[in-house]
Each structure stands twice: as structure tokens, then as C-alpha cells.
């Protein structure tokens, strides 16, 4: 099945709408919240982004220097303070979403 010129676009623009509507709640660190099912599942299916559900994968997909974008879902084993702990020491310029139902619960 072909896809329409409509859909296609459509097909093109929601990851990079996903993408700037996370980026508009930043918390600090290139760290930011994905709050919406819409943003998680273009997250979950983005095969650029890597999916970190416990603390050695978020180490390992830090330290990837081909690794640019990070996905944290909500279920995950990292809290707030050990995901801060790994990128306080690691070097390497990340992006992190991470999955929250509320805004309010993370503060710096």
C-alpha cells in the first residue's frame, strides 16, 4: 500500500513534533520530560533512539559516543538521583527523555 503525499507528510513531521514538544519542559542537563502517550510511542518506535531501562543500560547508551538520544520510560529501574549520578560522570553530550506522568514530581 502506498502511502499518500498527506500521510507521508504526517509520517515525517510527528517525530520532529514529538521531539519539540518534549524539548519545551526542559529540567536541566539535556534531561527532558516526554509526558504524553503520543510523544511515547514516537519515542519507542524512533529506531535512532536508544531505550535505557535500567541503570547499566543508561550507562552503556551514555558512554556510546554513537549513541546521541536517549529514551527513559516511565517504568524503568533508574531514579532520579542515579540517572543524575551517571551523567554527572560521563562526558559525553547527551539528549534524555524521560517519561513522566506529572511534571510536578521531578524537581531538580
Known sequence: MTTTTPQRLV???????????ALARPVGMDIYLVTENW??????????????????????CIKDPKTETIFIPENAAITKEKLFEIVERNSLKKTIFWEKDDEGDFVI
Open 39 to 60: 510523544e511515547v510511542k514516537v519515542f519507542e518506535e524512533d529506531e535512532n533512539i536508544k531505550k535505557a531501562e535500567s541503570c547499566m543500560q543508561l550507562e552503556e
Open 11 to 21: 509520517n515525517e513531521l510527528t517525530p520532529r513534533l514529538a521531539r519539540q514538544k
